[in-house]
């Protein structure tokens, strides 16, 4: 099993930058990549970012890209995502998820942490 924990989201203005954290634990040997999605209410959960866990190749969203950036910190078994220029269409539930690297499916989600953005 593998759990993810995602921390820092809280509310900020528009322009504001912010970073979270995705604290990784368990079976890590098993993850393939580890990405960001986000959910607003009454919207579809969509992609925001990637990042290979054993490797530092990443992936974006255009939505993301050239304000977004993921990173990973192996030492501390830890994903972030920094964001800068934060728009309010950015306000969502930001969650982490790790691709299994038998079934391919992202199989292990945390639990979300709260972005909210102000005009």
């Known amino acids: 099993q593998v759990q993810l924990v995602e921390s820092g989201g809280e509310l900020v203005q528009a322009g504001d930058s912010l970073r979270l954290s995705c604290q990784v634990s368990?079976?890590?040997?098993?993850?393939?990549?580890i990405s960001w999605f986000r959910r607003a209410p009454g919207r579809d959960r969509e992609f925001v970012a990637g990042?290979?866990?054993?490797?530092?190749?990443?992936w974006y969203a255009d939505s993301a890209k050239g304000r977004f950036t993921i990173s990973s910190d192996n030492a501390k078994n830890t994903i972030y995502l920094q964001m800068k220029s934060l728009k309010p269409e950015d306000t969502a539930v930001y969650y982490c998820?790790?691709?299994?690297?038998?079934?391919?499916?992202?199989?292990?989600w945390g639990q979300g942490t709260q972005v909210t953005v102000s005009s």
């Open positions: 998820a790790a691709k299994s690297v038998g079934t391919g499916k992202y199989d292990y």
């Open positions: 368990g079976r890590t040997f098993s993850i393939s990549t």
């Open positions: 990042i290979y866990w054993r490797g530092d190749s990443t």
